[in-house]
């Protein structure tokens, strides 16, 4: 490979740090971020990490846009369990399956709306949202709540009004993860998910959200690293000439800028390497690289630039193709801008009707996507603090394990006196139940669970639990597919902090949504 002098600016160089779109560590810039945007890095990711508050994270991009008043300064903020905004405390917004269990598009939209105003109000001017992944596959590990549903027409249009929504507040929106992620059983951030599905399939029900998003105008597009050998028998999604020029570009028309999924995911960084991954994506079709979840320093800035600027010269990637790329990232910096500088004109309305400061859209959505089911004995609602079991099987890389859920916290709000324990896969079923039983005492129960149909031990114990104390209250906070069981079962359809505040009115009879 070509040796490259590190810290040229010519125009190859600037070409290859424009497509990229790197993390780092901190709640300030360091010196070698504002370094690198200076000569020509044209975008950066934001993880929880870097976000304590909207103070800090509005004086953050200011920092960066100082530097460079075009920069593109993109986040993960899906809502619901995936919350960077609010890694902390978790989100004020249910998330997609809420969404689409409610199913009012003027909702979903409205909720983007009001998200996008507070990430524009913070300086954030991308969004790698929404998921438009139909959730095909209920024993899928990483989507599940992030999808709007199994449907596809449902999940197509609240696609469409979300993307509506985020950028009618001059935040655009990343459609993900092309050509869908949802019917498969494997996470990508742990190995290479496969589906072996026809094309009819693929057109009738993965692609379709994809459509309805390019046709509203989805300024940007996400690639999964998913194999679909009807399409590509050798190459994921994210690498594949096939999927991201022949299918999105010239087959659905796609004109908007392609970002790839985190390249230090392992389905591609254990597979192929981030150097040689990001230069296949860009020969294959891709305008920016997202990396910086994992890996988050300078030096994984300069290996992808220099692995990059090495391609052209030894004429693996053409010139022409890292230059349109570069210019599609830097269209759409010029539109956030042009955005940006139309909301802060005299007489130009920065707030549209439902989204004003302080909007509390994110609760009344949560409450909305509720759904309550009775046992065969009439409920009384709770006037004394309960136990709250909550049984756990580990969040997924793309939730993270910073984010709290549940509803102890929301129940002990309105309850005082409510406690709280949290119960894994590690003791068996009945040990487990009695565990909670002797914890809890006379007090009742809450049993918290989240996707217990994929879970065979969270099941059992929950049955040994009902077994003992039919009076026991149960709330599901993922995917609700096994049968309503407790004296009370509410389905939250996520787990967003609003998710559990709804919950907890329903339990106590108390708040707008009881």
């Given amino acids: 490979m070509t040796t490259l002098v590190r810290g040229s600016s010519d125009t190859l160089t600037r070409d290859a740090l ?73 989100s004020s917004f249910p998330g997609n399956y809420a969404l689409g269990t409610v199913d009012d598009t003027e909702l979903t939209r409205a909720v983007a709306r009001e998200l996008g105003r ?34 596809t027409a449902l999940a197509a249009r609240h696609t469409v009004a979300y993307v509506e929504g985020l950028q009618a507040a001059g935040v655009a929106a990343c459609t993900k993860h092309f050509p869908g992620h949802g019917d498969t059983n494997v996470d990508s951030h742990h190995a290479m998910p496969r589906i072996d599905v026809d094309l009819d399939t693929l057109h009738a029900r993965e692609l379709v959200p994809f459509r309805a998003a390019i046709a509203a105008g989805s300024k940007a597009v996400m690639s999964a690293h998913i194999l679909l050998p009807a399409l590509d028998p050798n190459r994921p999604a994210t690498l594949s000439p096939q999927i991201l020029t022949g299918l999105l570009r010239e087959e659905l028309g796609y004109e908007g800028l392609i970002v790839t999924d985190g390249m230090e995911m392992q389905a591609i960084s254990s597979t192929y390497g981030i150097e040689r991954g990001s230069v296949l994506a860009i020969a294959a079709g891709a305008d920016a690289i997202c990396v910086g979840g994992g890996l988050s320093d300078e030096e994984t800035v300069l290996r992808l630039r220099d692995a990059l600027v090495a391609a052209v010269r030894d004429g693996e990637l053409p010139e022409e193709r890292l230059a349109d790329a570069a210019a599609r990232v830097r269209a759409l910096a010029d539109w956030t801008r042009r955005v940006r500088g139309a909301a802060a004109e005299p007489g130009v309305a920065s707030q549209e009707e439902g989204t004003a400061p302080g909007s509390d859209i994110g609760l009344v959505a949560a409450r909305r996507a509720v759904r309550v089911t009775v046992g065969p004995q009439p409920y009384e609602p709770l006037t004394s603090g309960p136990y709250v079991a909550a049984f756990t099987s580990g969040a997924n890389i793309a939730v993270g394990d910073e984010t709290p859920w549940g509803v102890a916290a929301e129940l002990a709000a309105l309850l005082p006196g409510t406690t709280t324990d949290t119960y894994d896969a590690s003791a068996d079923s009945s040990s487990l139940s009695a565990d909670v039983l002797g914890v809890a005492g006379d007090r009742r129960i809450v049993a918290v669970v989240r996707d217990v149909h994929r879970h065979p031990w969270m099941a059992d114990a929950l049955d040994a639990l009902l077994a003992a104390r039919p009076d026991t209250v149960v709330v599901e906070m993922g995917l609700d597919r096994a049968e309503p069981r407790g004296a009370l079962h509410i389905a939250t359809h996520g ?20």
Wanted: negative net charge.
């Fill in 118 to 151: 507070r990430l524009a109000e913070c300086g954030v001017n991308l969004n790698w949202a929404p998921s438009a992944d139909i959730n095909s596959n209920p024993d899928n590990p990483v989507i599940g709540v992030r999808s709007f549903g199994a449907d």
């Fill in 495 to 514: 787990a967003a902090r609003v998710c559990g505040r709804a919950a907890a009115e329903v339990i106590t009879g108390k708040g707008a949504g009881a």
């Fill in 18 to 90: 424009a497509v990229l779109q790197p993390g780092f560590v901190g709640t300030t810039a360091p010196e070698w971020l504002l370094r690198r945007i200076g000569e020509g890095l044209s975008a950066v990711g934001l993880f929880g990490r870097n976000i304590v508050s909207a103070g800090q994270l509005a004086a953050l991009t200011a920092q960066l846009r100082a530097e460079r008043d075009d920069v593109l300064v993109a986040i993960d903020e899906e809502s619901g369990d995936v919350t960077r905004l609010e890694v902390r405390t978790g």
